[in-house]
């Protein structure tokens, strides 16, 4: 009875400062999570497209809190270990939420939280478990079907046709994306993607079959008491802290200090558009008892390399060097690099988990039909070479009470061995602190591996991470990290062994989502060769320093401003410095058909070392994230119309002007001018 009477008072006190939690922009929460990690990665390449599949699938689609899972939680990236231990202990200790505001009774999810993740949350009492009902599930679930084009307006050196007519591109500059789901609440997903990158032919070389890139999956969950997931098609697997597999969105340094944990399904479906970071064929996830659960998978896709082929004996001499990544098939070298080798692999896990302890056995083997073979580079010695390799390795989580204990040991058949060790730690309802060990051997060979760490790839590094978040009001939060490294032996740049450090410090202001204010500064030292005239490079200390204060206004319910200014120095063998300032304006009613963003940007960054990357609203679940380099201004303007509940139409128009340079990029993207103009258009229909 006292904890309905406590409840009551929650609802009563807290109705007004949660009030309007419905118009939070899910856009606004992604936007947040991704610009953290994508400076992190330092890549604008980098595939985020899995933070907006789950976070923009949960805002449809609320988690119920009385039945989510812990692996559920974690995909939600919002909410840490700690936060999700008092969520399942809290469950545990009194039953059923009773109410979406019971979650201010949790010691560690402040109001900054709740007000981030309630947009993904929902609060049924009445929910079961349920055994899926295939009938219902192909019958009763909604459809969703995007259609999207885009290209730069500008022409590219690969458009260029020379004096016979050709060009280096075989196909047109349009950039074409078609992407169909099917989904039943959280029980049944089936869909498929086709895309074609600019310079690609649409039915024409290398693209016999229309589209360059198809996926496809069939996935269902819950399906009984014994069989919990079964994937078909295209598929992500996660395993441990990713020290032999782990090909779903890791989590990696940023000011999330206490999100260093990896988690989530062990079996998720694809459905991006990255050509490499998945596996295709099946897998299936099954309970043999309460505490024991089993995960196995098998894979067989073709990849793209350099092939070089013994054309004297065509024998088993043929060699590849590495896997091409970025998906293009442009040219006829790259036409003919298409799918040159195949992938091979067997995997799985056993789980046994008992209360707040789990520990698990995974295994992995991977196989080529052509051998790797690694160049005679010194950073390339210690590396895998060959057609085999079988990865294994024991990974642990233990929860005890305002703790969280965690890590994996891995081996390679070679001997090599890597592990990873951390602890989360609730030292004060305001004050949270976390702790990351790494030690990887340049030996151990992993090709899949996506670790915690300096390089993500868990090969020839050892490291210490302390992070630390402190809530000194209901308003500030104060979070950074400092992280140091040794690489024992070379890496790419760096003719020998050599070591770095980083920090990062942010405090950050926020009045119920009406007012957000933040500076950030972040200090990375590592060494780098020093181009000389001697034969031997030495590798010399850089620094980088990036100095970021951002700015962001909630006018009223429909109106909402943003403005950062964000500085950066890069000190190598000479000073470069950056500059970047913008101002966003967004337009989102709450029950009209049209919305819109915009910004306008300014920057001075007189080298490619200084630059500085900025995520930039986009299409709808689509991220774009452009780093700035140059001289120059930027704009882009985003508009959205709903019409009706089941059309959406979108079109984006964003321009580079640049004052310094009369030629963009280089090879066959160079365009001759000073302007780089993009424009995309995307449809999305609801069944």
């Known amino acids: 009875m006292k904890r309905y009477l406590y409840i009551l008072i929650i609802i009563t006190v807290s109705a007004n400062s949660l009030r309007g939690q419905g118009d939070v922009p899910a856009n606004s929460i992604i936007t947040n999570i991704i610009e953290e990690y994508a400076e992190a990665a330092d890549a604008e390449s980098f595939d985020f497209n899995t933070i907006f599949d789950i976070l923009s699938y949960y805002y449809e689609n609320p988690l119920n809190i009385n039945t989510a899972t812990e692996n559920e939680l974690k995909e939600l990236f919002i909410i840490n270990e700690l936060q999700i231990n008092d969520f399942l202990r809290h469950r545990e200790q009194f039953g059923k939420f009773l109410s979406i505001y019971e979650l201010q009774a949790l010691p560690t999810w402040d109001l900054y939280t709740i007000q981030n993740i309630v947009p993904f949350l929902k609060c049924d009492i009445d929910a079961a478990d349920f055994n899926l009902n295939f009938r219902d599930a192909l019958t009763k679930g909604n459809a969703q079907l995007f259609i999207k084009a885009k290209r730069v307006i500008e022409k590219r050196k690969g458009f260029v046709k020379n004096a016979e007519g050709i060009s280096p591109y075989a196909g047109d500059p349009n950039h074409l994306y078609i992407r169909y789901r099917y989904e039943y609440g959280q029980s049944l997903k089936a869909g498929f993607t086709a895309e074609k990158d600019p310079g690609e032919k649409l039915f024409g070389d290398g693209s016999r079959y229309g589209f360059d890139f198809y996926s496809f999956f069939v996935y269902a969950k819950d399906i009984n008491k ?64 309460k505490s024991l659960q089993v995960t196995a998978f098998a894979s067989y896709k073709p990849a793209d390399a350099i092939v070089d082929r013994d054309t004297v004996i065509n024998s088993d001499f043929d060699n590849f060097g590495n896997i091409r990544v970025d ?138 991470y302390l992070g630390m978040e402190l809530r000194p009001g209901r308003k500030l939060i104060l979070s950074g990290y400092a992280d140091f490294w040794q690489f024992p032996w070379a890496t790419f740049r760096r003719d020998g062994p050599s070591e770095g450090r980083e920090f990062l410090l942010k405090c950050s202001y926020t009045i119920r989502r009406k007012l957000e204010v933040y500076a950030q500064y972040k200090y990375e030292q590592k060494l780098l060769n020093l181009r000389t005239e001697n034969p031997v490079n030495i590798p010399v200390a850089q620094a980088l320093q990036r100095l970021r204060m951002h700015f962001g206004y909630k006018i009223n319910k429909e109106w909402e401003i943003k403005n950062r200014v964000e500085f950066s120095w890069y000190e190598h063998n000479d000073e470069s410095r950056g500059t970047l300032i913008y101002q966003d304006l967004i337009f989102k009613p709450i029950s009209g058909p049209f919305s819109f963003t915009a910004r306008y940007a300014m920057f001075d960054i007189n080298s490619f070392d200084a630059r500085i990357y900025a995520y930039e609203n986009d299409l709808l679940y689509e991220y774009y994230i452009p780093f700035y380099q140059n001289r120059g201004t930027r704009f882009y303007f985003n508009a959205r119309y709903r019409l009706g509940r089941n059309y959406t139409f979108e079109m984006r128009f964003g321009r580079t002007y640049y004052d310094n340079i009369d ?25």
């Open 663 to 687: 030629v963009i990029s280089s090879g066959n993207n160079q365009i001759n001018g000073n302007t780089m103009t993009e424009i995309k258009t995307q449809v999305k229909i609801r069944f």
């Open 327 to 464: 998906g293009y098939h442009r040219t006829s070298s790259e036409i003919a690099n298409k799918n040159a080798i195949h992938q091979t692999n067997f995997g799985g896990k056993m789980q046994y988990k008992v209360r707040n302890f789990n520990m698990s056995l995974n295994g992995l083997y991977t196989e080529f039909d052509i051998a790797l073979h690694k160049d005679d580079v010194l950073y390339k010695k210690f590396l895998f070479e060959g057609k085999n390799l079988f990865n294994s390795s024991l990974d642990y989580s233990w929860r005890l009470k305002n703790m969280t204990l965690f890590g994996e040991a891995a081996m390679s058949d070679n001997g090599g061995i890597a592990q990873l060790h951390g602890i989360l730690l609730g030292l004060d309802p305001k004050m949270d602190v976390s702790a990351v060990y790494r030690n990887f051997a340049p030996d151990y060979h992993v090709i899949n591996g996506n670790a915690f760490g300096e390089s993500g790839s868990p090969v020839n590094e050892k490291g210490i």
């Open 226 to 289: 014994r069989i919990s997931t079964i994937s078909i098609g295209d598929f992500a697997v996660s395993m441990g802290q990713g020290l032999i597999l782990y090909n779903d969105f890791a989590a990696g340094k940023s000011s999330y200090v206490m999100n260093v944990k990896k988690g989530g399904r062990s079996l998720r479906p694809y459905s991006s558009v990255n050509e490499v970071n998945f596996f295709r064929g099946g897998g299936a996830v099954v309970n043999l008892s």
